[in-house]
């Protein structure tokens, strides 16, 4: 399980990281989560639960930077129609859809790498192995005028 790092915020907006005793700024939390670190962060007066608010604008700050978050059109239908849509969407579709990328993606990286390694191994292999084949060649003549000819 991840490591969680308590962060209070203060009026002044300034934040504090209980671990380290040390302020810190929004980039830096940012830079934890991408570490792999889970941050909790709460208010300092009201002890409530600031972490979303925090964490959204983090990523408003990244998209200022790169002047675009989601495409206009997306923007208008999330304000016409209010957060409850927008959250019940991130809840039941877009955390899974998200979390299931990131596992094909690992998945797929390291399979590429196993096939990589595995023609590492193989320095004799031809540069096509698939010109010798000829079951391969009667397929390819489909594809260009030779195999039209034989028709």
Not at 67 to 96: R, S
Not at 122 to 133: E, F, Q, R, V
Request: hydrophobic share 40%.
């Amino acid at each position: 399980m991840p490591q969680k790092v308590m962060i209070k915020k203060y009026a002044n907006r300034r934040l504090y990281d209980t671990e380290k005793s040390r302020y810190i700024t929004l980039n830096q939390v940012r830079d934890m989560i991408r570490e792999g670190m889970q941050v909790e962060v709460r208010d300092a007066k009201t002890d409530e639960d600031v972490t979303d608010f925090i964490l959204t604008q983090i990523i408003l700050e990244e998209a200022k930077k790169k002047n675009a978050l989601l495409p206009t059109p997306v923007l208008h239908l999330i304000i016409q129609y209010g957060d409850n849509v927008l959250a019940e969407f991130f809840e039941k579709y877009f955390q899974p859809a998200i979390q299931n990328y990131i596992r094909a993606k690992g998945l797929f990286e390291e399979q590429f790498k196993k096939w990589i390694d595995m023609s590492m191994g193989l320095p004799g292999m031809s540069a096509n192995p698939m010109k010798d084949n000829p079951q391969f060649q009667s397929f390819m003549n489909f594809f260009t005028k030779s195999g039209d000819e034989k028709k």
